[in-house]
């Protein structure tokens, strides 16, 4: 599930969509990401995240269901804590991108700026604006659907893992936020994050929460 992850979120992870001020309606979905962009400079959330592997004729479709909890600070810091069905933890730090599996007691330490670039987490945390965001993905505003408004992203680069990533945005009376990021990888494996309990620009939420210390007698791997 680690590297599941860190394809996807490193996995980062995509972040979208907020309104400015209350009553306010964009033109598009891509109006709404990129108020979100210029003004949300940190969030957290619960989320669900189901991974569904491609459909084969020789096999059953098989999908796994994981829970945790995400927070995000610009520029660069993002966390995900999953608590069922194992322990994991992805940190990324401004410099190192962490990945924990406290089952198998590693830790796994890459150079962020080499883990990143076309992934969900550059829309999560990284890019300041609609415009740095383009140069990594291209973006196509999608019809509303179960009352959310959509952006699909389709990376620029020939070698990402991933064929495209969906951002679902809920619009609320006190502005907006992430509901769901539906990514689908180079391979047709698919993983869909349902986010609950989504804040924006929490007080309480600064980049020491970011910090990562392996923990005593895990093995580190460096690769």
């Given amino acids: 599930m680690v590297h599941a992850v860190m394809g ?36 957290r959330a619960d989320f669900t995240q189901v991974v569904t592997s491609p459909a084969r004729p020789d096999q059953a479709v098989r999908s796994k269901t994981s829970v945790g909890s995400f927070a995000f600070v610009r520029p660069l810091r993002f966390r995900f ?12 730090d401004g410099q190192t991108l962490w990945l924990y599996d406290a089952d198998l007691a ?7 700026a080499q883990a990143l670039g076309s992934t969900p987490a550059a829309l999560i945390a990284a890019a300041p604006d ?3 965001l ?4 291209t973006l196509q505003a ?19 893992a991933l064929q495209s990533v969906r951002i679902g945005l809920r619009v609320h009376a006190q502005g907006a936020s992430l509901d769901k990021l539906d990514i689908m990888d180079a391979l047709g494996q698919r ?23 392996p923990p005593k007698g895990v093995d580190v791997v460096r690769p």
């Fill in 8 to 43: 996807y979120a490193v996995m980062g992870l995509a972040l979208a969509g907020a309104c400015a001020c209350v009553g306010v309606a964009y033109a598009s979905s891509l109006d709404t990401l990129a108020v979100f962009l210029k003004t949300t400079q940190s969030g």
């Fill in 81 to 92: 804590d999953y608590q069922k069905p194992f322990l994991q933890t992805i940190v990324a």
């Fill in 106 to 112: 590693q830790v796994t330490a890459r150079k962020q």
């Fill in 130 to 132: 609609l415009g740095a």
């Fill in 134 to 137: 383009q140069k990594e993905f």
């Fill in 142 to 160: 999608e019809p509303d659907a179960n009352g959310l408004q959509w952006v699909q992203a389709t990376p620029k680069s020939r070698d990402s």
């Fill in 191 to 213: 993983s869909v994050l349902s986010f609950e309990r989504f804040e924006i620009n929490p007080a309480n939420l600064g980049a020491a929460q970011f910090n990562f210390e």
